[in-house]
């Protein structure tokens, strides 16, 4: 069964407002650079873009081919949820692309005075930009109406997050010492007081 946004205007208008927004936000965030930066990230960006595109894709193909999965009966409240959860996971990450300021990059990277940064929403997790780009994806998801769809979607970039998080994590603890490893012990990753 097709998403409601490939069958009807006002989802359509509002879904892919929504999604040309945040990718314009992440394209102008990909041409950030800061000068004195050596990505550090060994690779993990080019996982995160496959994940994000193969997952996208995947996804919107599981949707026209696995029918079985389709919500139809609840096919209205999973895509409205599935925005709200998209606008949330949005404003999340830019939430957390702003509290970081200078030290934002798209790439893992030490830069010159790097700190440890304690405000807006990394006061209680340590990759609010990475739970924003997943909860969006989650929003993405509902919004296809198909549960194996909103599975495959989660499920790459989460997996491309992960070997992120590992490379930025030892990164940071080795370039930052103990005030880093002491802000992981107060923080989790992902999702306040939880994981």
Not at 103 to 113: C, D, P, R, S, T
């Amino acid at each position: 069964m097709l998403p409601l946004f490939i069958q009807e205007a006002v989802p359509a208008v509002v879904f892919w407002s929504l999604v040309v927004a945040w990718a314009f936000t992440e394209w102008r965030g990909y041409r950030t650079r800061r000068a004195g930066t050596r990505a550090q990230d060994g690779a993990s960006l080019r996982f995160i873009i496959l994940g994000v595109w193969g997952g996208i894709a995947l996804g919107s193909l599981v949707t026209l081919t696995v029918e079985g999965a389709s919500l139809p009966a609840h096919r209205g409240l999973a895509f409205w949820l599935g925005i709200g959860f998209l606008a949330a996971g949005v404003a999340l990450r830019q939430y957390a692309v702003r509290a970081l300021g200078r030290l934002w990059v798209h790439e893992v990277a030490i830069q010159a005075q790097h700190e440890v940064v304690e405000a807006g929403p990394y006061r209680w997790i340590r990759h609010p930009a990475y739970s924003g780009s997943l909860l969006g994806f989650i929003g993405v998801g509902l919004a296809m109406g198909n549960w194996a769809a909103l599975l495959v979607i989660a499920a790459l970039p989460l997996m491309a997050y992960a070997y992120r998080v590992s490379i930025e994590e030892r990164t940071l603890a080795a370039a930052l010492g103990d005030d880093y490893r002491a802000y992981m012990r107060r923080t989790r990753r992902f999702i306040p007081f939880v994981f």
